[in-house]
């Protein structure tokens, strides 16, 4: 499989690339990668907002493509948390 765009998490050994089938987080240390949100995306990466000045916190937003059973076209925004106690 092929990761694309890859995108260094603020202040965390981790990067997020999308590739395959959804987007995938790659502990850079430990050489290892994993699904982490199976979703139909574009030809974009996500992004990262750090949202705290005393934590490793941060917010990734990423877009999904979706189509109903009349071929009409969503793109649907998402965003996941990353809290630095369950990182």
Known sequence: MKL????????????????????YLVNIE??????LVEATHFATQGFCIKTSSTRRDFDFHFLSLS???DAVRYENHHHLAFREDII
């Open 4 to 23: 694309l765009d890859p995108i260094k998490c603020p202040e965390l050994p981790y990067a997020i690339a999308r590739g395959g089938e959804g987007y």
């Open 30 to 35: 430990e050489k290892r990668v994993q699904m």
């Open 67 to 69: 189509v109903d059973d």
